[in-house]
């Protein structure tokens, strides 16, 4: 194989299920430069490996390898990002789909910026629990959060070695939610700034069980106060006891008895954002923001 110019990453944990798909679309990008593959096993228990070995001959230069020394996702993609071989990296989830010119547009990118991410499609492979979350079902822009700041969401990053040497790597204490924009974060206070690639498609799956959703949301609003704890960004004015409770009395509140049953699973992962957010919060010792 010649040497690759970009090296493709992929966190994962128990995705032998789902990883064909993502494999099959990185077979066929169109005017992608040479690049390998390496799927950072977060210690899978299922068959991950011979799903991987599988796809070798199909896809050249895929290889796993191991990141089970903790569990992560900031785990699985520093290991990843430290087996790859080029200084391009591209990093993606098993359970997505790049879209055929994802890996073209995204090298090309770093070429001027040294942070890109991609737009993100959710409807395709998500079917109706798109409508579940607050994300877009296509956004056209980078993801904001406190004090305007923009970030590339996890699943579809594109980074210089150099910007993750220099910043650290991904920070290995959050839960799967708030570590792309704890990157970002650093990352901008030293200088690098996220730029937004429009062809560097990917399609987004969100779980298809409320149960996953939920663990999902639970998770971001855990990783949302850690961020808060962390960096204590002065947009954001921390609740009083009396003004949270009023908060979280109003949500309550406003339970749809009439809506149908995706507006119901919608309220349901609000709130599961909320006590994730409310559980860390009191976690890191601050006022849930």
């Known amino acids: 194989m010649t040497s690759p110019r970009c090296s493709v990453v992929i966190p ?5 299920h789902v990883i064909g798909e993502q494999l099959a679309a990185l077979c066929e990008q169109d005017g992608a430069p040479p690049f390998e593959v390496v799927v950072a096993d977060n210690g899978s228990t299922d ?14 230069g895929l290889r796993r390898v ?11 993609r520093n290991v990843g990002i430290d087996h790859a071989t080029s200084d391009l990296i591209l990093i993606c989830d098993a359970d997505d789909r790049v879209s055929p010119g994802w890996v073209a547009a995204m090298t090309s990118a770093l070429a001027d910026h040294p942070l890109v991410s991609g737009p993100v499609e959710t409807a395709l492979l998500s079917g109706r629990s798109a409508s579940w979350v607050p994300i877009e079902q296509r956004t056209t822009q980078l ?7 923009s970030y590339g969401i996890g699943c579809n990053l594109g980074l210089r070695r150099e910007v993750w040497e220099q910043v650290g790597g991904f920070d290995e204490h959050y839960p799967a939610g708030g570590e792309e924009i704890d990157f970002a974060w650093r990352a901008g206070d030293l200088g690098y700034e996220f730029a937004y690639v429009a062809g560097g498609l990917i399609h987004y799956r969100i779980r298809t069980d409320l149960r ?25 004015v921390p609740k009083s006891t009396l003004r949270r409770i009023h908060h979280e009395l109003l949500l309550l509140k406003r339970f749809p008895w009439r809506g149908g049953r995706n507006q ?3 309220w349901l992962t609000l709130m599961a954002f909320e006590a994730g957010k409310l559980v860390e919060a009191r976690r890191q010792g601050v006022s849930a923001p």
């Open 143 to 149: 993801f904001e959060t406190w004090e305007g700041r």
């Open 66 to 76: 191991d990141a089970s020394r903790a569990q992560g996702v900031s785990v699985a």
């Open 12 to 16: 994962t944990y128990n995705g032998a």
């Open 212 to 236: 996953g959703v939920l663990r999902q949301q639970y998770n971001s609003g855990r990783g949302t106060a850690m961020l808060y704890a962390r960096f204590r960004p002065t947009e954001v």
């Open 47 to 60: 068959d991950l490996a011979g799903v991987v070995t599988s796809w070798q001959e199909r896809l050249a």
């Open 264 to 266: 119901r699973r919608m």
